[in-house]
């Protein structure tokens, strides 16, 4: 589905077509195993070769993208699609670190890692919740030291490690409304601005605190 998305039907394999359909047959599935991030002259490269192939005309403006998108008609985890695009036209392959991971239960190894994996060889900019309290736990290998991860997702899945109860219910306290929130919209006394933010957290040694927001200058 998403190499349908970036292949036109017809077209002649070339090298990157063949790394394609390797990924494919051997299930080197790359949903979820690092940051998803995008260049986004190559997205603007693959997209207009979708517009062009669906003789979608592409307007002008800063809302030019934004509107393409409204017709263009994207395949499910469409990330792999830029990824599936970047192999075919921007020089990429796809690495097999099976003999790093193991086979995945299911889907991404960063979300179910098997026991002995050594994910952090890979020195991935994201792991899973379950992965990092495994790393800790010595279940599988540690994070990289040299390079450890930015960010952790799915920290709800391991909840007691990242206090996530303390995160649901000052989020559900902030849904609700508090007079804490109606005060940090109200007006300075004297000045003719207002914050736009209810509240941000400081991150301290896994635990948080309300701060105040610096007044706008």
């Known amino acids: 589905e998403t190499a349908d998305f970036v292949i036109s039907t017809g077209q002649p394999c070339n090298e990157g077509c063949e790394e394609v359909q390797r990924g494919i047959d051997n299930a080197l599935y790359s949903w979820w195993t690092n940051l998803p991030y995008v260049k986004l002259d190559v997205a603007k490269r693959m997209l207009g070769y979708v517009a062009a192939r669906g003789e979608i005309p592409i307007g002008?403006?800063?809302?030019?993208?934004?509107?393409?998108?409204?017709?263009?008609?994207?395949?499910?985890?469409?990330?792999?699609?830029?990824?599936?695009?970047?192999?075919?036209?921007?020089?990429?392959?796809?690495?097999?670190?099976?003999?790093?991971?193991?086979?995945?239960?299911?889907?991404?190894?960063l979300e179910d890692p098997r026991p002995g994996a050594r994910i952090g060889e890979l020195q991935p900019l994201w792991v899973s919740?379950?992965?990092?309290?495994?790393?800790?736990?010595?279940?599988?290998?540690?994070?990289?030291?040299?390079?450890?991860?930015?960010?952790?997702?799915?920290?709800?899945?391991?909840?007691?490690?990242?206090?996530?109860?303390?995160?649901?219910?000052q989020w559900e306290r902030w849904q609700k409304g508090s007079e804490q929130q109606v005060k940090l919209l109200e007006y300075a006394s004297g000045k003719t601005t207002v914050s736009q933010e209810y509240a941000y957290f400081a991150i301290e040694d896994g635990s948080y605190h309300e701060v105040e927001r610096e007044p706008a200058l």
């Open 129 to 169: 919740g379950e992965t990092f309290k495994r790393a800790e736990s010595g279940e599988i290998g540690p994070m990289s030291t040299e390079a450890p991860p930015l960010l952790i997702f799915h920290v709800d899945h391991a909840g007691d490690r990242f206090k996530d109860a303390d995160f649901k219910s």
């Open 60 to 109: 002008k403006g800063p809302n030019a993208w934004q509107e393409l998108g409204q017709q263009v008609f994207f395949p499910r985890f469409e990330h792999i699609a830029y990824q599936q695009w970047c192999v075919l036209h921007e020089g990429f392959r796809f690495r097999d670190v099976t003999d790093i991971t193991g086979e995945a239960n299911w889907g991404s190894f």
